[in-house]
């Protein structure tokens, strides 16, 4: 490169830092900020703390005698509301919490993995509150917890809650979140490494199989995610047009053998799947984000049934969805495909704001 | 405790936060986005400040390139922003020509993938050698060097008068 050339591109570079203005309160921003993390800190200890005081009362809330219906009141009638459940009382974190359709609460951590977080212990059947890490994601079976530490950006620490020993294992640099195989025996990681994009597949050994790949027709949103089966992974395919105002178009989702990274197929769907629980067990359907919205398809032919309010779904069967619902309080509700709800299941208090997991019991 | 953190942090962020939000505009591209990405570094220093020793600046770079080129945060992601057209090749050469090839060719860096206007920004923003960005974004210094290859090729294509600008400064010169 001539020197003037790199003169250019230098002024460039700065010409363009120059544009920005300056955020007069950006020290009041940011402390507000980092305070919310520690709100919610405290949050989660208070509530631990309430429990033993509240346990006492806790019966007498729950099993008040309903009040006498007013003679004002008018005929019951039928509505096709779900079926509201109590929000689960202070003790709810003495015994697994229980979400409609049998599966379990496993992890709750603030939004981005910093701050303290609440981790279920199977095996002792109750959680407990952590802030040794900067992400906790636990394996759906099993005692492992995979944890990741910013001051070691290039690892993963498998957290064992039998034994309370973690191990650091190197997997690679740039890399995403860890995603758990269904099976709880692998993890996933998308790298990012300039100029190496591709996937990891870790066991719980440590040994590892780096797959690069480049982009592989991807633009946006290029995040590997495993099928339901553990086998394959999927990577979401883009087409020609890019825009910034919204996702880039999808053509499908390209799989990918988990044992060796060749290509196996292309699936049709309009949007990404956000995990193994996205598919359905019998693997005719898929939850995915489509470019403008969460949409349930046919995996065959990529055909729209229907838009749901929750692209971040888990099918507990072959006809029942658990999520979240984006609004309000973000409850749980266990749906059928259509995304009529039938059960909604409030979370404890503390657990509003938090990214919450869940998994198979 | 806490209020010597939060003085400590408040201080930190009045003396550094105009240089570290240029860095971040360099990064993202944008003023939300920079905003966004600096906010979100500064909390992240924030919760961990008692254990962060020595100066905090390069840690909070640190995280700033972290998360911009790696995608740790998944749902913020930034890339690239396209252009719908390559720009007009300006038909004569004067000084204001020039003036229009900085501002295309500022524009053009924006158009940049995250991941090669992080190199740019590590080596001509903030003077890294091709090693110490190598260091920085955790690649070998070959990466570098293949990355700033493809975003002077980006960039050349983008902006068809770049070669004619340079070549011409260094004739008069």
């Known amino acids: 490169?001539?020197?003037?050339?790199?003169?250019?591109?230098?002024?460039?570079?700065?010409?363009?830092?120059?544009?920005?203005?300056?955020?007069?309160?950006?020290?009041?921003?940011?402390?507000?900020?980092?305070?919310?993390?520690?709100?919610?800190?405290?949050?989660?200890?208070?509530?631990?703390?309430?429990?033993?005081?509240?346990?006492?009362?806790?019966?007498?809330?729950?099993?008040?005698?309903?009040?006498?219906?007013?003679?004002?009141?008018?005929?019951?009638?039928?509505?096709?509301?779900?079926?509201?459940?109590?929000?689960?009382?202070?003790?709810?974190?003495?015994?697994?919490?229980?979400?409609?359709?049998?599966?379990?609460?496993?992890?709750?951590?603030?939004?981005?993995?910093?701050?303290?977080?609440?981790?279920?212990?199977?095996?002792?059947?109750?959680?407990?509150?952590?802030?040794?890490?900067?992400?906790?994601?636990?394996?759906?079976?099993?005692?492992?917890?995979?944890?990741?530490?910013?001051?070691?950006?290039?690892?993963?620490?498998?957290?064992?809650?039998?034994?309370?020993?973690?191990?650091?294992?190197?997997?690679?640099?740039?890399?995403?979140?860890?995603?758990?195989?269904?099976?709880?025996?692998?993890?996933?990681?998308?790298?990012?490494?300039?100029?190496?994009?591709?996937?990891?597949?870790?066991?719980?050994?440590?040994?590892?199989?780096?797959?690069?790949?480049?982009?592989?027709?991807?633009?946006?949103?290029?995040?590997?995610?495993?099928?339901?089966?553990?086998?394959?992974?999927?990577?979401?395919?883009?087409?020609?047009?890019?825009?910034?105002?919204?996702?880039?178009?999808?053509?499908?989702?390209?799989?990918?053998?988990?044992?060796?990274?060749?290509?196996?197929?292309?699936?049709?769907?309009?949007?990404?799947?956000?995990?193994?629980?996205?598919?359905?067990?019998?693997?005719?359907?898929?939850?995915?984000?489509?470019?403008?919205?969460?949409?349930?398809?046919?995996?065959?032919?990529?055909r729209v049934l229907n838009p749901l309010p929750s692209a971040d779904v888990a099918w507990v069967t072959d006809d029942r969805l658990l999520y979240r619902r984006p609004l309000g309080s973000n409850d749980f509700v266990l749906a059928d495909p259509t995304g009529r709800e039938l059960i909604r299941q409030p979370l404890p208090r503390q657990l509003v704001d938090f990214e919450v997991t869940v998994a198979p019991r | 405790m806490a209020d010597v953190t939060d003085g400590e942090f408040t201080d930190f962020v009045n003396e550094r936060g105009d240089k570290l939000l240029r860095v971040a505009y360099a990064l993202a591209g944008s003023q939300h986005a920079a905003e966004d990405l600096l906010q979100n570094a500064l909390a992240k220093a924030y919760a961990r400040w008692p254990r962060i020793r020595g100066d905090a600046e390069p840690y909070v770079k640190r995280i700033l390139y972290h998360d911009q080129v790696s995608g740790w945060r998944r749902l913020s992601r930034r890339r690239e922003v396209p252009m719908a057209e390559l720009p007009e090749r300006p038909g004569v050469c004067d000084s204001s020509h020039d003036s229009e090839l900085r501002l295309l060719l500022r524009e053009a860096l924006r158009a940049l993938p995250p991941r090669q206007r992080a190199v740019l920004t590590l080596r001509y923003l903030e003077d890294l050698s091709v090693a110490e960005t190598a260091t920085i974004l955790g690649c070998r210094a070959g990466t570098v060097a293949s990355q700033t290859a493809k975003a002077l090729a980006r960039l050349r294509q983008l902006v068809p008068g770049l070669d004619e600008m340079t070549t011409r400064a260094e004739v008069t010169q």
């Open chain 1, 1 to 302: 490169m001539s020197r003037m050339l790199d003169e250019t591109l230098r002024a460039a570079v700065r010409d363009l830092a120059d544009g920005v203005r300056p955020t007069p309160d950006l020290a009041v921003k940011a402390l507000g900020r980092g305070r919310r993390l520690r709100r919610r800190r405290r949050a989660t200890a208070a509530g631990a703390t309430l429990v033993a005081v509240v346990a006492v009362a806790l019966p007498f809330v729950l099993f008040r005698p309903a009040p006498a219906p007013s003679p004002a009141t008018p005929p019951v009638t039928v509505t096709p509301s779900p079926t509201m459940l109590p929000t689960p009382g202070p003790d709810w974190t003495a015994k697994p919490l229980v979400l409609p359709g049998g599966w379990i609460v496993t992890r709750a951590q603030a939004r981005g993995g910093s701050g303290a977080g609440m981790l279920l212990d199977r095996a002792r059947g109750h959680y407990f509150r952590t802030d040794r890490y900067d992400g906790i994601f636990p394996a759906p079976t099993g005692s492992l917890v995979a944890v990741r530490d910013l001051d070691r950006p290039r690892e993963i620490g498998l957290f064992d809650l039998a034994n309370g020993k973690t191990n650091w294992y190197e997997v690679g640099r740039a890399l995403s979140v860890p995603q758990w195989s269904p099976d709880g025996r692998r993890l996933l990681f998308t790298t990012r490494q300039v100029d190496r994009f591709g996937f990891i597949v870790m066991k719980t050994d440590g040994t590892k199989k780096v797959h690069v790949n480049g982009t592989e027709g991807c633009s946006d949103f290029c995040e590997f995610t495993w099928t339901r089966d553990g086998r394959q992974v999927a990577l979401p395919q883009t087409g020609e047009s890019h825009g910034e105002s919204q996702r880039d178009a999808r053509l499908g989702v390209r799989l990918f053998s988990a044992d060796d990274g060749r290509r196996t197929r292309l699936v049709p769907v309009p949007g990404d799947p956000a995990g193994p629980w996205s598919w359905s067990p019998d693997g005719t359907r898929v939850v995915v984000q489509g470019q403008q919205e969460p949409l349930l398809v046919e995996t065959a032919t990529g």
